[in-house]
């Protein structure tokens, strides 16, 4: 029971980390129709971008308490949606109106091109970061099993929850989260009511960016590493949460990052760690094979 | 003299390989309305697209108050004063119609608060639905909000595609008595587009007949209803 309650509280935090780049594929299908495969490369860039931050904050003796965790998000969260608009800019927006292929193969190219950018300018080694974020609540104790809430575990749920409420307003509320919705039930028309669809279009890869650099700077600290590849397989998880939420469904891929985060988590301490990522592959293949439309997504376009 | 508002002078497009516009001229005065009409495939719909920038003019050219558009982006044109109610309405089927109506008034740099009294009076059914997503209205409903939608942006030209396509006799009535209550209110300029020729003809001051992308007749409303060629073409010859 103290197990279990362990494991979900570790599913949680993980899947809140998948659910903020998900949310980024799904923005991103959402308005032009295509899988940014480069969106898992850009959360590792975030990743890297916390890392080089924070390595810089220790070195000056200023890595101390929330306000440099929240510098370092801010940091990151500017650096990586730099990132994201230039790719957009450069890989996907002169592929516009082109065959439906071309931005796909174009994101493809991106992904390739961001690790060994990465690879190069970084290094291919593994970088370690000493915890930076230590200690936790004990929540309950049941032999000698302590169930415990981490401090670092808070900050995932807390900050994951923030970024998300702020997200949740922009595209609810605001003017460009009205454009952002309209350019993606109807592009011609945003235009035709004088919205500046480019500009849109770049917005939400940009939104989508600094939300994966949160997730980057996240999972940097609570696993204390960061490679080149790493975008890899988080994205492909990522992106397995957005498929099983529903594509196109901002709700449906934070639902479907935090089943993913909880899934592999129960995986991993029942049947096999070495294993935990087939668990969330084979969760893909089965949710493409029996709910291509995922658990929060449309049926079928509404007919106007 | 009258000042033109709209001039479009020789304007040719297509899509493709596929010409649908071979040159087409003609002009829309401040405070008329105006329509062209013309069978199905005519390319009635690629003309007001093409004001609009989308499909790009491939010759000739566009003039909104003398000043030249043809090049703009979309987005430029719809801010400078133009709006459109196009064919299929194309209502934003998952925002409500408040949002809708928002969505015409914030780009072009309008105040939603002021925009909307004048919409909901001129259809206060959308008031009544405002809170209802655009997708689940009745066909005149969607009619009606789509024009909204244009108006919010108070645009110095209308351009309005079929208002009447689909609707029950009695409602597109309604939304024909809209457009000429706020031509003769606020001197609003439009250019409707319309296969119901007749009702068309009798609210427009002038018209132009589009056959297969040329510009093969026009006149005046009345002059047009009594030629033999568009009552056989247009008007089922049973007016
Ligand atoms: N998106 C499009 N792609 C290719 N051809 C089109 C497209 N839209 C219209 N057309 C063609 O252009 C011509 C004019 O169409 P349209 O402007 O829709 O006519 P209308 O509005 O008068 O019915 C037709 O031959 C039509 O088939
Ligand atoms: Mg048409």
Redesign the pocket.
Known sequence: MAYALQQLINGISLGMIYGLIAVGYTMVYGIIGMINFAHGDIFMVGAFISLIAILMLISGGMMEGPAAILLVLVISMAFTALYGWTVERVAYRPLRGSFRLAPLISAIGMSIVLQNFVQVSQGARVKPLEPQITGGVELMREGNFVVQLSYMQILIIVSTLAVLAIFTWLVTQTALGRAMRACEQDRKMAALLGINTDRTISLAFVIGAALASVAGTLYLLRYGIADFFMGFIVGVKAFTAAVLGGIGSLPGAVLGGLLIGLIETFWSAYFSVQYKDVAAFGILVLALVFLPTGLLGRQEVEKV | MAQTMLEVDNLAT???A?Q?LKGVSLHVDKGEIVTLI??????????L?SICGEPRARAGRVLLDGEDITARPTHEIMRGGVAQSP?GRRIFPRMSVLENLVMGAQAAGQDPATQLPRVYDLFPRLKERQAQRGGTLSGGEQQMLAIGRALMSRPRLLLL??PSLGLAPLISRQIFAAIRALNESEGLTVLL?EQNANQALRLAHRGYV?VT?RITMSGSGAELLARPEIRDAYLGGSH
């Open positions: 297509g899509y493709g596929v649908a013309g069978a199905n495939g005519a390319g009635k719909s690629t003309l697209m064919e595609d079929e587009v589009l992308g």
